[in-house]
């Protein structure tokens, strides 16, 4: 099932959508329709559990191409925005998390060259997650380093707490795409936080589709453009630590709950690590792209005033 948060029109609530053949099929709606109850946003469906997954596409197979009058509209005519628009928690980042990145980190970031032996977590706040089409803010007052980061999003299902490594995909609710925004003049005494953290920094959908439409997260190819230009091009199988491993390790010490975001990692091809360094700028547009789950499409926008003798 592929899974969106959806403004019908400009002034409209957010909503909870199914994309069934080029159509946002509102959830609730159907579901009052057929007697059932179903929430209007993706948290509530989340924690339904993975039972509400069935139930809900048994729904649309019934329907399909029948659907009761208001309950569907042309995916064109509506606007997607971040499938969770406000995570609960921050998003738990994975840095470092395959091979060839580690490689042009150490050389332009002062990372380590040995590969990590463990997965290296930072965070993301809230406040950073934008959607399909959102502006990503550029603030030359901050940052004349802004770089792009393509990864695999792994959103978490249900409750998770010392899960094995065996059992870890199990708790998998979906996967979407998120572009890692990062600020590489930002960081701080090593610490990314701020780096990574500003708000919009973290470009999120177009859609979640859920596990079960995707049974190997390891074998998804992809990319990013910027202007047009790819500039990473990659396989998720290329992970250090895949899914099943970062989520044992996360829940061994951090609980994990229904609808939290785990940003897997970018393969190589990040700015910083281009010779020379490239970096974004405002007009310029980026695409981060998954297989089997879409593309995201983010312009940059300035904002703010360049401090004195910084034009």
Not at 157 to 162: E, M, N, V
Not at 213 to 226: A, G, K, M, Y
Not at 257 to 280: K, L, N
Not at 283 to 305: F, H, Q, Y
Request: with cysteine; charged share 20%; glycine share 8%.
């Amino acid at each position: 099932m592929k899974l969106v948060t959806y403004r019908a029109n400009v002034s409209a609530a957010a909503r909870l959508g199914a994309i069934v053949d080029d159509l946002v099929v509102d959830l609730q709606q159907l579901g009052l329709y057929a007697g059932e109850a179903l929430p209007d946003n993706m948290l509530d469906f989340i924690d339904l559990g993975p039972c509400a997954i069935t139930s809900t596409t048994a729904l649309l197979e019934r329907h399909r191409g029948q659907w009761p009058v208001g309950v569907a509209r042309p995916l064109v005519n509506v606007r997607l925005l971040a499938p969770i628009p406000r995570p609960r928690k921050n998003i738990f980042g994975i840095g470092l998390n395959y091979v060839e990145h580690v490689e042009e980190s150490s050389r332009t970031l002062d990372t380590a060259k040995e590969l990590p032996k463990q997965p290296v977590i930072f965070s993301k706040p809230p406040t950073t997650v934008i959607g399909q089409g959102d502006a990503i803010e550029h603030n030359q007052a901050i940052t004349r380093q802004m770089d792009w980061e393509v990864e695999l999003a792994v959103i978490i299902g249900k409750q998770a707490k010392g899960v094995s490594k065996n059992d870890a995909l199990d708790y998998v609710f979906g996967y979407s795409v998120m572009n890692d925004i990062s600020a590489r003049d930002n960081r701080r005494a090593g610490q990314w936080i701020y780096s990574k953290g500003q708000d919009t920094y973290a470009p999120f959908g177009p859609m979640i589709v859920t596990a079960d439409e995707i049974p190997d997260p390891h074998n998804l190819d992809l990319s990013l453009t910027v202007n047009g230009v790819t500039k990473q091009s990659s396989n998720t199988r290329h992970m250090l630590f895949k899914v099943d491993t970062l989520i044992a390790d996360i829940s061994a010490g951090i609980t994990l709950e229904p609808g939290d975001i785990i940003a897997t990692g970018t393969p190589a091809g990040v700015g910083a690590g281009r010779s020379p360094q490239e970096w974004m700028w405002p007009g310029d547009v980026v695409v981060a792209t998954v297989e089997k789950i879409g593309s995201l499409r983010n312009p940059i926008v300035a904002v703010g005033e360049l401090p004195p003798g910084k034009a």
